[in-house]
């Protein structure tokens, strides 16, 4: 680990405005959508958008009903639901001609359903506009709501994602009005309703987690069966934020992946700059071979 007084030399980025970047970025705005890749402000936006031609979509809106001490976007009071998004999100994987896509959400707390029937109806229009696409959804914990639950699952997304986000002990600290055994709870419901569904969950380090708190989270996500497990270092948007406790070295990162495929998991991104979309059509063809090998071990 490194203390956090200056970014260390692994977490400096090159920024380059090419021209799939401006691509991408005219077809986003164009169609009137929103990406947590701007919103959160990531810090893999340039690869993402000017080298992989590829966006995390973000539905519901742009302000999140929960104020979480980590996350850079907005908190407030959103507007309803637009009814039109799925099919315009749709349309804008169509012309982008992606293999993947990543859609995640801000927290809806004021729907009665948490969000889930938006989720649903963007899964199936994205399969109807692009039907070679593979579908990745990234939630909120829907409160643990089995109906909500189970209305997203039982659109078949490929990868059911939802973010455990750091240890049990700092989850009060940095994390709005979330649990950590009610998001152990959404991943295990996701799994038991649809068992051949990819589960995936991420963490973030650098907010004063020891080593073996993160190895016990490793353990919990297995006990919930989840499959893919990102680990990404925690970078302070603002200094209103949670503070920066500490950097760990990529050497760290990569002994916490051998831990984490040790425990069973079936594909782990572990870096500095991982976060929880990054690489994820990468991901998701990693883990179809390492599937394919085990069977046929």
Known sequence: MANCERKPDWLRVKLTHTE????????????????????????????CWGKH???TFMILG?????????CAVKTGRP?????????????????????????????????????????????????????DCTTEVL???????????KCIADSAPTINSHNLETVRRLTQT??????????????????DIAPKAI???????????????VLTALDDLRGSDVDIVNLGQYLQPTKQHAPLVEYWTPESFAELKEQ??????????????????????AQYDSFLKQLQGSRTA
């Open 20 to 47: 799939a970047y401006s691509e991408v970025n005219k077809l986003v705005h164009g169609q009137e959508l929103n990406t947590v890749c701007e919103a959160a402000m990531c810090p893999n936006i340039h690869e």
């Open 174 to 191: 940095v994390r709005s009005r979330s649990d950590y055994d009610r998001s152990l709870l959404y991943l295990k419901m996701a799994k």
């Open 62 to 70: 742009e302000i999140c009903t929960r104020a979480c001490r980590f």
């Open 199 to 213: 589960t995936k969950s991420s963490l973030m380090l650098g907010l004063g987690e020891t080593r073996d708190e």
């Open 139 to 149: 939630v909120s914990d829907m409160q643990a709501d089995p109906t909500s639950i």
């Open 260 to 281: 984490a495929m040790q425990r069973g998991f079936a594909y782990c991104e572990s870096g500095p700059l991982v976060r929880s979309s990054y690489h994820a059509g």
């Open 79 to 131: 507007l309803p639901p637009d009814p039109d998004e799925p099919r315009r999100l749709a349309e804008s994987v169509k012309t982008m001609q992606l293999r993947h896509v990543v859609v995640t959400m801000v927290t809806r707390d004021d729907l009665p359903d948490g969000g889930a029937d938006a989720v649903a109806r963007t899964v199936y229009a994205i399969r109807a506009a692009a039907p």
């Open 53 to 55: 031609r590829t966006a």
